[in-house]
């Protein structure tokens, strides 16, 4: 499972097997053993520099779960947005008004 999870990972970062496994200081050959799952024990100073590579943590990668939903991809999605502008949770505080203003705007027009 950690082989998919670092594939799965990867490709969202846009980031090529040479290029992870260059960023890991790990050969190619042996990233590529790891997504395929031919090695599915690799060690955890593989595991940590993976994840610091891919910006992600130790648990992420190792999680067995089942595949996020489609929900779980959308609010994701809408985080990284708010995070690429530069807004933090601290920030959606301030935002909270004009965000109950569109709730209540939307809602009159549910009425009509």
């Given at each position: 499972?950690?082989?998919?999870?670092?594939?799965?990972?990867?490709?969202?970062?846009?980031?090529?097997?040479?290029?992870?496994?260059?960023?890991?200081?790990?050969?190619?050959?042996?990233?590529?053993?790891?997504?395929?799952?031919?090695?599915?024990?690799?060690?955890?100073?593989?595991?940590?520099?993976?994840?610091d590579v891919l910006e992600?943590?130790?648990?992420?990668?190792?999680?067995?779960?089942?595949?996020?939903?489609?929900?779980?991809?959308?609010?994701?999605?809408?985080?990284?947005?708010l995070e690429e502008l530069?807004?933090?949770?601290?920030?959606?505080?301030?935002?909270?008004?004009?965000?109950?203003?569109i709730k209540w705007r939307?809602?009159?027009?549910?009425?009509?």
């Amino acid at each position: 499972m950690i082989g998919k999870n670092i594939n799965r990972i990867r490709k969202k970062k846009n980031l090529t097997l040479s290029e992870l496994a260059e960023r890991a200081d790990i050969s190619k050959s042996y990233l590529s053993n790891i997504e395929r799952n031919l090695n599915d024990n690799p060690s955890i100073h593989i595991i940590e520099k993976l994840a610091d590579v891919l910006e992600v943590d130790l648990i992420t990668l190792l999680d067995e779960k089942k595949p996020r939903t489609k929900d779980d991809l959308m609010w994701q999605h809408f985080i990284s947005k708010l995070e690429e502008l530069g807004i933090t949770s601290s920030d959606l505080d301030e935002y909270r008004i004009v965000f109950e203003f569109i709730k209540w705007r939307n809602d009159q027009k549910e009425k009509k």
